[in-house]
């Protein structure tokens, strides 16, 4: 009973972990955003900053990846359920997109305001 509870816990880490290796091999925005994250990771490694700058590093590469992760969700599901143009679908996905804009405008904010007294 207590095996088979683990090794089904162990079989959806394995298809969420499937599931990130789907995102990278199939959206080039999820490529953008690897390059992205290496390099910032880089950065904070190059300056040695603080560890709470790499808390809020983190949290804003974390948020970055889920909303695009969502946003890509969304498309792939009103393009399965609705695959004629239709209004609502238009605003579905643009909200769906602006959340990862309010996302990355954070992280961008963030980012400067981390790295800025360490370049200038
Ligand atoms: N089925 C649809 N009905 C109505 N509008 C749609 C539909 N599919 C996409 N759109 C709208 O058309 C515009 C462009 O859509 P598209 O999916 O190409 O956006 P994109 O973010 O550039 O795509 P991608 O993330 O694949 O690069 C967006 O405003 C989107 O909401």
């Not at 972990?17 to 925005?29: D, Q, T, V």
């Not at 955003?33 to 904070?44: D, E, F, K, P, Q």
Request: glycine share 4%; aromatic share 12%; hydrophobic share 60%.
């Amino acid at each position: 009973m207590r095996n088979s509870y683990i090794s089904k816990r162990i079989a959806s880490f394995g298809y969420a972990f499937n599931g990130i290796i789907a995102f990278l091999r199939s959206e080039p925005h999820a490529r953008i955003h690897a390059l992205a994250t290496i390099v910032v990771v880089a950065a904070g490694c190059w300056y040695h900053i603080a560890t709470s700058e790499w808390i809020w590093l983190i949290l804003c590469i974390a948020l970055v990846w889920v909303t695009e992760m969502l946003n890509t969700v969304v498309e792939k599901i009103m393009d399965h359920l609705s695959p004629q143009q239709h209004p609502k679908v238009k605003w579905i996905k643009d909200v769906a997109a602006g959340a990862v804009l309010v996302a990355a405008i954070a992280a961008l904010v963030i980012g400067i305001l981390i790295f800025y007294p360490y370049l200038f």
